[in-house]
């Protein structure tokens, strides 16, 4: 993990995110790049930002950054100001450096969007060329990281590429970190019939398979099936489990009504996100 990228808008939840990814990156040893956008206040519908910012303004906003990054202790600090619209313009920062991960808020400055998290942190969510770490926005969240270290690991998982690929990342995670993972997969009640023992056995032996295939050696790891909502049940155990992180993925083009989408809004611990083209 050489780089990561923070968005910064100078709001508490952009703080929260920033701090927590400068922990990461000590923890790692790797470099931060913290990136403003200016961008006018658009009514709805507008599709056009300002454009007209100076070089002056934007030198200003850019040592603004580089200030808050100093100030949570950023290792190999890097700031980056430009002018645009907030979401491309991450998400080509991202490609060029290239990010190996993305650190941010799940609301921002411009709020919330379609219910479901910030309309910047959405589309991130949708494009980011990296994975997505969403901090949420409770200020209780300020005291609960740990050198960037995390102990406790949830991972969904439903034997989708994306969820098989969130699996061998939180596997490796897990490993770096010493950390327990927890892996559940979880039946809708609506795909079938009510589940009989032979069935559940069926499903255990498939999801200890998909666990176990390819962890590391002396990694512990637990797995639960469950039956309910997805999103509803994974919540629920990372709260019970006290998890301090949850792993998922998701498609690209995914509704703002999906399980990954759902989780990042309502969940009180960070949450990886990890995407895969359909």
């Known amino acids: 993990m050489k780089n990561i990228l923070c968005p910064i808008d100078f709001t508490t939840f952009s703080h929260h995110a920033l701090r927590r990814a400068a922990e990461i990156a000590r923890a790692y040893g790797s470099a931060v790049t913290g990136i403003y956008v200016a961008e006018a206040h658009l009514p709805v519908g507008a599709e056009a930002a300002r454009t007209d910012w100076t070089n002056d303004e934007l030198a200003r906003m850019q040592a603004q950054v580089l200030k808050a990054l100093q100030e949570v202790g950023a290792p190999s600090p890097r700031a980056v100001a430009v002018a645009g619209t907030a979401a491309l313009e991450i998400v080509k920062l991202a490609t060029s450096l290239p990010a190996d991960l993305i650190v941010m808020p799940a609301h921002g400055r411009t709020g919330c969007a379609e219910g479901a998290c910030g309309s910047v942190t959405h589309h991130i969510l949708c494009h980011a060329p990296a994975p997505v770490l969403v901090i949420p926005d409770a200020p209780d969240s300020e005291g609960e990281a740990s050198n960037g270290a995390f102990h406790r690991i949830l991972c969904g998982v439903n034997f989708s590429p994306a969820s098989l690929k969130a699996l061998r990342y939180a596997g490796d995670l897990a490993g770096v970190n010493s950390a327990n993972l927890l892996v559940a997969h979880v039946r809708r009640t609506d795909e079938a019939s009510p589940a009989t023992a032979d069935d559940s056995d069926v499903w ?67 949450v990886l996100t990890l995407r895969v083209a359909r």
Request: glycine share 8%.
């Open 204 to 270: 255990r032996r498939r999801l200890h398979e998909a666990t176990h295939s390819d962890m590391r050696p002396g990694l512990h790891v637990d797995d639960r099936l469950k039956v309910g909502d997805p999103a509803a049940e994974l919540l629920h155990l990372a709260n019970d489990e006290r998890c301090d992180l949850i792993v998922i993925g998701g498609h690209r083009g995914n509704p703002p009504a999906c399980v990954m989408n759902e989780i990042v809004m309502r969940s009180h611990c960070p």
